[in-house]
């Protein structure tokens, strides 16, 4: 894999970094070949949302940290995509959170699971990394894809599982798991199955996810229940597509395509 060459200058030097990266994930086994399709909805997704972080993911977020604040023992799920996008962030979170980090992949196979260990080594030799040897199974789910560690997701009270199979996420709900997501596409199943469904990039909600971890860190129990009171999936799911339709709504009226006389 060549080394990324794209200027700054360039007007998409962000989605063409990150492309390159999932590229380059691809190459050393990290990443399942679909995650190549599924980076791709993502930035679809992401264009219709104007590329930010907007109110809704925020306030999905708060939520998300509170509980994981709240948990006896919180684990941060990690996949191909997530490996090849955010793999400090990852790390970062599950620390400062004190979660527990689990391989746990859609496509499993060993060299996969060895691949990613490597990578989030290169960030942290000494981090612990769960899924390496699971021995546990998620019930009702066939062959590889049901494979979780018993220190991890199967003891876990919440689980953070980005960019997740709509499947896994509501055999995992059905296990009693409280389930955070974080999917750009809010009419996926995954999206909808979820607990707390975070709307935004990963690479944007990750590093604000940490941000809020500090935020609320001081905050009492009872404030934190609050929060998550407070909380609710159904109206922040549809204030997202609100959102949406009203951007689109205003783009239209804005025209921002290139006039031109025939
Ligand atoms: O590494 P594995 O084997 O566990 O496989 C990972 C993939 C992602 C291939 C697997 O879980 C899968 O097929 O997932 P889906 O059903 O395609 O769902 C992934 C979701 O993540 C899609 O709805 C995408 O829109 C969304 N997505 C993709 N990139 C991002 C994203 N959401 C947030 N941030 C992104 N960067």
Not at 138 to 147: A, D, H, Q, T, Y
Not at 205 to 222: D, F, G, N, T
């Amino acid at each position: 894999m060549g080394e990324f060459k794209v200027p700054k200058s360039h007007p998409r030097y962000w989605s063409l970094y990150y492309r390159h990266k999932i590229e380059e994930a691809l190459e050393a086994g990290i990443l399942a070949k679909a995650g190549t399709m599924a980076h791709g909805r993502g930035e679809a997704f992401d264009y219709l949302i104007g590329e930010r972080t907007i109110e809704p993911a925020e306030r999905a977020m708060r939520a998300a940290v509170a509980k994981l604040l709240l948990a006896k023992h919180p684990v941060v799920s990690v996949n191909g995509n997530v490996a090849a996008l955010v793999p400090k962030e990852t790390i970062e979170l599950a620390k400062v959170l004190d979660a527990r980090l689990e391989i746990n992949l859609f496509y499993r196979t060993e060299e996969r699971v060895r691949a990613i260990e490597e990578a989030l080594r290169k960030h942290d030799p000494d981090i612990e990394i769960l899924g390496i040897n699971p021995t546990k199974r998620i019930p009702n789910l066939e062959s590889e894809r049901g494979k979780v560690d018993e220190e991890g997701i199967w003891k876990a009270d919440v689980i953070v599982v980005p960019l997740e199979d709509g499947d896994r996420t509501e055999a995992l709900v059905a296990m009693g798991k409280f389930v955070i997501t974080v999917d750009l596409n809010l009419l996926s199943r995954s999206a909808r199955m979820a607990d707390i469904t975070i709307v935004d990039n990963i690479i944007r909600a990750y590093p604000r996810m940490i941000e809020i971890v500090e935020e609320l860190r001081e905050k009492s129990k009872e404030e934190l229940e609050a929060i998550l009171k407070g909380y609710d999936n159904e109206k922040t799911l549809s204030d997202v597509l609100i959102y949406i339709r009203d951007r689109l709504g205003d783009l239209a009226k804005e025209g921002i395509w290139r006039r031109r006389e025939l």
